[in-house]
């Protein structure tokens, strides 16, 4: 099992961005635990972060031909962009959308996100644990195939 971990804009600042709401860990620290976490659970994971839209709608599209499923963090693009929406839903692979913060207890620009109500699931809220959380979730359920939702990779 393959998965990608991608990481929308500003993640890369993690570790001196507002340390009061995102912690002190840095995108390598969480990439490095969660890539332990891959291994525990048995799948591979591949990491990508870009700051620009198109890149990851670019990369979104060219990495699901190899993965299974997608793990994100879309940072602001969670509020803004149905761009992104699109190309996860126009992929067919199962995402799970994490936040380290918890969007909805914020300001009221963070309340809408465009990638919700198409994701296998959302979890907010547990700083980095966000990501493992999101990750068991999404190979729990690439692993059960009786659930409708989880369309993974079938070549
Ligand atoms: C975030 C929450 C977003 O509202 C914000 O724009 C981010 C980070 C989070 O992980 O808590 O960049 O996605």
Known sequence: MRIAVVNGPNLQL??????????????????????ASGKELGAQLEF?????EGALL???AEAARRVDGFVVNPGALTHTSVALRDALVGVGRPFVEV??????????FRQRS????AALGVVSGFGPRSYRLGLEGL??????PQNPRASGRSD
């Open 14 to 35: 993690l570790g001196q961005r507002e340390p009061e709401i995102y912690g002190t860990s840095t995108l390598a620290d969480i990439n490095g635990e969660l890539e």
């Open 139 to 144: 190979v729990a359920v690439l692993r059960a």
């Open 99 to 108: 936040h380290l913060s918890n969007p909805a207890a914020r300001e009221s």
């Open 114 to 117: 465009y990638l919700s109500g």
């Open 58 to 60: 670019d990369y979104i």
């Open 48 to 52: 990508f972060q870009s700051n620009s």
